[in-house]
T-cell receptor, first 114, second 114 residues
Framework: AQSVTQLGSHVSVSEGALVLLRCNYS??????LFWYVQYPNQGLQLLLK??????LVKGINGFEAEFKKSETSFHLTKPSAHMSDAAEYFC????????????FGSGTQLTVLP | EAQVTQNPRYLITVTGKKLTVTCSQN?????MSWYRQDPGLGLRQIYY???????DKGDVPEGYKVSRKEKRNFPLILESPSPNQTSLYFC?????????????FGEGSRLTVL
């Protein structure tokens, strides 16, 4: 069985500062990994995904994530936060890439301070 | 516009009063699923459907029913709602039986059971 741990349910950064949202996973097989973003009063949308190709994955809105097998991590970063990045971010893992086996983390609420 | 549409968006009901949350997608997706989102727990899968007339339980199916008579629709039925089903519900769909893991989400239905 797979699981996802997101460290920090709330993260605050200043506008222009580095964003770092942490995600660690456990999986019995090489996983597919995802980051989804949920803006206020909206559904989730895919930010980026890792599917065993390049370990550094670039997503939308300037976000990227690096797959580190030795650390079982898939942390999300953005060099410079913007006010519009304020949202809840979910890390998710699927052992086979199938959506029916997708397991979500508990989420991290990102606040961007002016 | 490609979208997943849920109705109602907000509902307050009383214990035991049957209700249905509808979900419709216009992307000809084979895979559809229902999640509930609770604070600190992330998203948990209730039921999913790989195609018409093919449904299966997710992680938290108790107290819910679904049906998939048409490809575009996947209603969630609460036969006898209870207060522990107060939650934010999301319908999602995906191409090709969910392979690749990318889900398209509706905007959510916030249900309160008194």
């Amino acid at each position: 069985a797979q699981s996802v741990t997101q460290l920090g349910s709330h993260v605050s950064v200043s506008e222009g500062a580095l964003v770092l949202l942490r995600c660690n996973y456990s999986s019995s097989v090489p996983p597919y990994l995802f980051w989804y973003v949920q803006y206020p009063n909206q559904g989730l949308q895919l930010l980026l995904k890792y599917t065993s190709a390049a370990t550094l994955v670039k997503g939308i809105n300037g976000f990227e994530a690096e797959f580190k097998k030795s650390e079982t991590s898939f942390h999300l970063t953005k060099p410079s936060a913007h006010m519009s990045d304020a949202a809840e971010y979910f890390c998710a893992v699927s052992p086979s890439g199938s959506a029916r086996q997708l397991t979500f983390g508990s989420g991290t609420q990102l606040t961007v301070l002016p | 516009e490609a979208q997943v549409t849920q109705n109602p968006r907000y509902l307050i009901t009383v214990t035991g009063k049957k209700l249905t949350v509808t979900c419709s997608q216009n992307m000809n997706h084979e895979y559809m699923s229902w999640y509930r989102q609770d604070p600190g727990l992330g998203l948990r899968q209730i039921y999913y459907s790989m195609n018409v007339e093919v449904t299966d339980k997710g992680d938290v199916p108790e107290g819910y029913k679904v049906s998939r008579k048409e490809k575009r629709n996947f209603p969630l039925i609460l036969e006898s709602p209870s207060p522990n089903q107060t939650s934010l519900y999301f319908c999602a769909s995906s191409l090709a039986q969910g392979l690749g893991g990318e889900l398209f989400f509706g905007e959510g239905s916030r249900l309160t059971v008194l």
